[in-house]
């Protein structure tokens, strides 16, 4: 992690007193500011060394003195003994701005005390260049720290350009992200590292400094948004701001000094009253002031337009308890006026990062909407700190780590990251990687979906049924034919909302194949990387993909055909006998004048028998079946496509594709399938049209035992009270 320099590129002076860096402070809050890491004295330190043997180095002062507030009791002779090590190893290294280098590793370090990272963290947090900038090895560190703080040093070690060429940096991520799937406190080192490179990245070219902040907007940013590391987060927020959009931040800097010399503060007036309240209610608590960071200074300007002096920052409530948060509300929505709307759970319902908190709004007499958080002082410090607040979260002995369905209890561990890990060992080159990777972070928020059997599957904001098939079944997923969500039938481009139950139905044919239009309904990486991957090893018979063989339906619509496989022992000889090979109908026996070709039935038509059937040559060798009134058969002809005969064998089972038209009605749906079930047809695929005029179309395919039994089937269906058709499917004619 070669640190950047030492220009600061800050987003532009704060008013004096300002809390958490980037964030602005109204007026009238002002608090005494935590003194600045002051990188010329570290320097002289770094260079003078301890003073006798055995004493902590006065260099890592600020180090010991922020550890200890967080764990009063933490030995400290590892961070002595690091400490060393990394100095005399990083002796006589500068950094671009002239310091001596040691004094990265040092603000790396503080910036992870103040979090509160335990010894372990801060440990490998100073010797996290040794590996990669000097001649110390990872048995060196290994030998005298210890396997733990090995680990760490590694995964955040990037690999040579020499050996990787473009793609260490890709490549250097994914190793980072795999050893952060083991061990989060990888990102918490990497995330800090970032940070003060950022801060020093002043002395840099230009178009250095864009290229670097243009990863940590698309990388590094959302990791810490995921990882819960708000501190970080918003911190690396103002300082991409700054570099990416100067003339905006330059505006926003403007909006916050002028608010800063208002003479009236609503939001300290608001924080007033509410401490009245809190202390009339006998309820103790600490009322702040949450000053917006830069950038929410902007994204609230966006979106509201003129700004008024409640929307730079809100109020923060912070109590001992988790039952006095619900009390403080109480006495805000009693005593005060609520804007109900605002109101968010985030308590009962913790965010994906581990953000728990109750966000409500109390608007004041001239309209002005001031929102106030409230929160234990527990949650607060996982809210700015995330992972990095939990200490050692690998303490807990591995056996209880896991629940019933697979997934790790560890916070540290989230579906995001399980997911990650998964498709990232999917992706083809690490191009694909590092573009996948920015697109995955980009979608920041995940919803959960509940299994039939209770077990639940996270996704992201957006994802379908074919992205909750593939994160269930990983590959399996290629069979799946359908989906019930809520416990209504669904078509697998179905997009699903938070707290959906959904069922996956799975087909039985080991041969199944996915649909190419599946690409298009995918949302997560894993389920485009495994579509792409079956799409990519199977060139020779491109289902769906050509224009004159409208066969490739996707089956959540109508029957996809499906090619028959091939004997397995190889071609027959000349003037065999026509082949019986079984087509997506099922065990319907096709008889076709092409020894040895695979035999599909076409989806478009779904041709049974006994109806009068012709044959065509397609791409890949096979024989596409189609009914011969199908329209299709038109354009094959005029395609100058190779007519082959075909005609039906003994078998009598069959598959086929029925349109149900219908009134809308209460519990239409489970009595038409429990008509079609008592006739001994097994619902393969459906899908349900939304309702127009009040009337609904219903497509199904369905398993029959006997194609003779069609008749009786269609029959019983149109007996179902409401149905007024059923028909057979029939394909759209050329320009519909």
Avoid at 54 to 65: C, K, Y
Avoid at 387 to 413: C, F, I
Avoid at 558 to 568: F, H, I, T, V, Y
Wanted: with cysteine; aromatic share 4%.
């Amino acid at each position: 992690m070669n640190a950047e320099a030492a220009k600061p590129a800050t987003p532009g002076p704060v008013p004096s007193g300002s809390v958490p860096s980037g964030r602005a402070t109204p007026a009238g809050t002002r608090r005494k500011a935590r003194s600045r890491l002051d990188l010329r004295r570290l320097g002289r330190a770094a260079f003078l060394g301890p003073t006798s043997r055995g004493r902590l180095p006065d260099a890592i002062g600020h180090v010991v003195d922020a550890h200890r507030a967080h764990h009063p009791d933490a030995d400290l002779d590892p961070l002595r003994r690091a400490y060393l090590l990394a100095e005399s190893s990083h002796r006589g290294q500068m950094r671009k701005s002239g310091e001596p280098y040691i004094t990265h590793p040092l603000a790396v370090t503080l910036i992870l005390a103040e979090l509160g990272a335990e010894t372990t963290t801060l440990t490998a947090s100073l010797l996290h260049d040794t590996v990669e900038d000097t001649e110390v090895t990872l048995d060196q560190v290994r030998e005298q720290f210890g396997e733990e703080v090995c680990y760490l040093v590694d995964g955040v070690t990037k690999l040579e350009k020499v050996d990787y060429g473009a793609a260490a940096e890709p490549e250097t991520f994914r190793k980072m992200l795999v050893a952060t799937g083991n061990d989060v406190r990888v990102m918490s080192i990497k995330l800090a590292d970032r940070l003060h490179n950022m801060r020093t990245l002043g002395v840099m070219r230009p178009e250095k400094q864009e290229r670097i902040a243009k990863v940590t907007r698309d990388v590094l940013i959302p990791l810490a948004e995921r990882l819960g590391v708000q501190a970080l987060k918003t911190e690396l927020e103002d300082l991409v701001f700054a570099i990416l959009r100067p003339e905006e931040n330059k505006h926003t800097r403007e909006l916050i000094l002028r608010n800063a010399s208002r003479a009236d503060d609503p939001l300290a007036e608001v924080a007033a009253e509410v401490r009245k309240v809190l202390r009339e209610a006998d309820l103790a608590a600490e009322v702040l002031i949450r000053p917006r960071h830069f950038v929410s200074v902007h994204r609230v300007s966006r979106k509201r337009g003129r700004l008024r002096g409640a929307d730079f920052g809100r109020v923060l409530v912070l109590v001992n308890e988790d039952a006095d948060c619900y009390g403080v509300l109480g006495e805000l929505h009693t005593c005060m006026t609520p804007v109900v709307s605002e109101f968010k759970d985030f308590i009962a319902v913790p965010k994906f990062n581990l953000y728990q908190s109750l966000h409500t709004a109390v608007a004041r007499d001239d309209g002005q909407v001031v929102e106030v958080l409230i929160r234990t002082h527990q949650m607060h410090k996982v809210a700015e700190a995330g992972v990095v607040a939990l200490g050692n979260p690998y303490a807990v002995p591995a056996e209880e780590q896991s629940t019933s369905d697979g997934e790790r209890v560890d916070p540290t561990r989230p579906g995001w990251l399980s997911r990650l890990l998964e498709w990232q060992r999917g992706a083809p080159d690490p191009d694909t990687f590092w573009s996948t990777l920015r697109e995955d972070l980009a979608q920041d928020r995940e919803i959960t979906v509940f299994r039939p059997d209770g077990g639940t599957i996270g996704l992201p904001e957006g994802a379908t049924c074919v992205d909750a098939a593939y994160a269930q079944y990983g590959e399996d997923a290629h069979a799946c034919i359908g989906a019930r969500v809520n416990g209504r039938l669904a078509t697998l481009s179905t997009v699903l909302r938070d707290g959906d139950t959904v069922q996956l139905l799975m087909g039985q044919d080991p041969a199944s194949e996915p649909s190419r239009e599946w690409l298009e309904h995918a949302h997560t990486p894993a389920a485009r990387i495994a579509i792409q991957r079956w799409l990519t090893a199977h060139p020779a018979d491109p289902v769906g993909n050509d224009p004159a063989d409208p066969v490739g339906n996707d089956r959540t619509g109508s029957d996809a055909a499906q090619p028959a496989p091939r004997p397995a022992t190889g071609e027959p000889p000349a003037g065999h006998a026509p082949e019986a090979v079984p087509g997506s109908s099922g065990g319907a026996q096709v008889l076709a004048d092409r020894p040895g070709a695979p035999v599909r039935l076409a989806g478009c038509c779904t041709p049974v028998p006994p109806d009068e059937v012709t044959g065509f040559l397609v791409r890949g060798g096979a024989v596409t079946v189609h009914r011969a009134e199908c329209a299709a058969v038109a354009r094959m002809k005029a395609a100058g496509r190779a007519e082959v005969g075909v005609r039906w064998g003994e078998g009598a089972e069959c598959r086929v594709t029925l349109v149900a038209e219908s009134f809308v009605r209460p519990h239409l749906l489970a009595d038409l399938t429990e008509a079609m079930a008592v006739e001994g047809a097994e619902i393969v695929s459906a899908t349900v049209e939304p309702p127009t005029h009040q009337q609904v179309r219903h497509t199904y395919t369905v398993q029959l035992p006997d194609a003779a039994h069609l008749p009786t089937l269609m029959r019983a269906m149109r007996r179902v009270a409401g149905v007024y058709d059923v028909s057979r499917a029939t394909p759209q004619t050329q320009g519909t």
